[in-house]
């Protein structure tokens, strides 16, 4: 839109039409600054879209390493629930930078489209411009103006679809960490079963054994007596 409001200026200046120039002449002078004023929050959110942008990066290099370490830890047989934990506080924390960040993208997106539809003040200015250049343009102008895709929205939407493909992953990462998870806690509850099973096995057999030694003693007791 920057270079489209630069580039019409040029035109404007080109055409050489003194009535249409001096009837636009405040606007074609304060051409820059209006174009800055125009652009300021796009470069803003632009600025902000980038800053996330890094943030998330951050977080996957911080995610990758304790995938890493965890993997690790497991095949060595140690303990890994606390890089497990601290994982899981990273995916939550990208998820929901994530999610926050797509919704802002989302109407941003609403807002480019509905101010693509209409025909605003510049736009107005642009279709006189092409009066001037040629009435041949006049139509492409119009339906430029009212189209609903423009490079800024095509370029969000692709932004959008990159989030909610990011989100899905995040997602299913924390899916398999409950699972995992959930496993763990099954197969140590299934342990402790089994440890107490065993103990208490152990003790009713040590029971057993003591009362057959005592039959034992006693047979031999009794024997004794008889001779």
């Given amino acids: ?10 035109a404007l200046i080109a055409t050489g039409i003194g009535v249409f120039v001096v009837a636009l002449g405040t606007v074609v002078a304060y051409w820059d600054e209006i174009v800055d004023y125009i652009t300021g929050a796009t470069k803003e959110q632009e600025e902000l879209t980038r800053a996330v942008e890094r943030t998330l990066d951050l977080l996957d ?4 390493v304790l995938e890493q370490q965890i993997k690790l830890a497991e095949l060595k047989g140690e303990e890994s629930q606390n890089l497990i934990a601290d994982l899981r506080k990273r995916l939550l924390l990208q998820h929901e930078i994530a999610i926050q960040d797509l919704e ?19 736009e107005k200015v642009k279709v006189g411009a092409s009066f001037a250049l040629g009435i041949q343009k006049v139509s492409a102008s119009i339906n430029e103006a009212i189209n ?6 095509i370029a969000l939407q692709d932004k959008i ?3 909610k493909s990011k989100t899905l992953n995040i997602s299913t990462k924390l899916a398999n960490l409950d699972q ?3 496993r763990r806690k099954k197969k140590a509850f299934e342990d402790e079963e089994k440890r107490i099973k065993d103990a208490n096995d152990k003790k ?3 029971i057993k054994d003591r009362q057959k030694l005592d039959e034992r003693v006693s047979d031999a007791l009794v024997i004794s007596e008889e001779d």
Avoid: H, P, V, Y
């Avoid at 839109?1 to 040029?10: H, S, V, Y």
């Avoid at 609903?148 to 929205?153: D, F, N, R």
């Fill in 180 to 182: 995992n998870e959930e």
């Fill in 61 to 64: 290099d911080e995610i990758g």
């Fill in 161 to 163: 679809n990159d989030l």
């Fill in 148 to 153: 609903e895709e423009s490079e800024e929205s």
């Fill in 204 to 206: 009713l057999q040590d």
């Fill in 104 to 122: 802002r993208l989302e109407r941003l997106l609403e807002e480019e489209k509905a101010q693509n539809r209409q025909i605003t003040f510049w």
């Fill in 1 to 10: 839109f920057n270079l489209g409001l630069k580039g019409m200026k040029t």
